[in-house]
């Protein structure tokens, strides 16, 4: 399995507060990219980052912000979690862009705002 | 992306080999075939993938037929273990897109 881990696996949380994900690999892997999974909908992109401070939006990016400091973490930020944003999430890396290569997929966190 | 279909769910025998469908006839020449499993709440696990020939891996076949218009993935000898959902994704890797995938059951 690739080296990826996320942080917390489990958050309850009240709406209007702050919430800060981390996902982080071990794999030194270029792109990183974060997930979102509702039932009926499958997986859906949030945010993707394809280097270190380049970072750039998904299909569902309203109301989530990402930062990329270092090769190794991605952080998901929710600045006033939403009940709508109750789902698992999902960090992936990539090590390249490559239409031969493909993603790997963290464990997941799983989120509730109440 | 090119939009894929599978059945919603499928049963199999442990022991015997599962063979899931996957229907992409929108495909593109550039877009590669991706198959990926989800084990109850845990991540995606990445399966396999092929552009136009048959792959093999230690986890699985796939067969790609020669219009690229649809595939199936072969799981040789079916455990209790390999009771998923089985995502088929015609893509390229940087626009993964995930549907609602196959629920396969293996049974004693």
């Known amino acids: 399995d690739a080296g990826i881990t996320q942080s917390p696996r489990h958050k309850v949380t009240e709406t209007g507060t702050p919430v800060t994900l981390r996902c982080h690999q071990t794999?030194?892997?270029?792109?990183m990219y974060w997930y979102r999974q509702d039932p009926g909908h499958g997986l859906r992109l949030i945010h993707y980052s394809y280097g270190v401070k380049d970072t750039d939006k998904g299909e569902v990016s309203d109301g989530y912000s990402v930062s990329r400091s270092k090769t190794e973490d991605f952080l998901l930020t929710l600045e006033s979690a939403t009940s709508s944003q109750t789902s698992v999430y999902f960090c992936a890396i990539s090590r390249t862009l490559a239409a031969a290569d493909t993603q790997y997929f963290g464990p997941g966190t799983r989120l509730t705002v109440l | 992306d090119a939009k894929t279909t599978q059945p919603p769910s499928m049963d199999c025998a442990e022991g015997r080999a599962a063979n899931l469908p996957c229907n992409h006839s929108t495909i593109s020449g550039n877009e590669y075939v991706y198959w990926y499993r989800q084990i109850h709440s845990q991540g995606p696990q990445y399966i396999i993938h092929g552009l136009k020939n048959n792959e093999t891996n230690e986890m699985a076949s796939l067969i790609i037929t020669e219009d690229r218009k649809s595939s199936t993935l072969i799981l040789p000898h079916a455990t209790l273990r390999d009771t998923a959902v089985y995502y088929c994704?015609?893509?390229?890797?940087?626009?993964?897109?995930f549907g609602a995938g196959t629920r396969l059951t293996v049974k004693p």
């Open positions: 794999e030194n892997h270029r792109y």
């Open positions: 994704i015609a893509a390229n890797n940087n626009d993964m897109r």
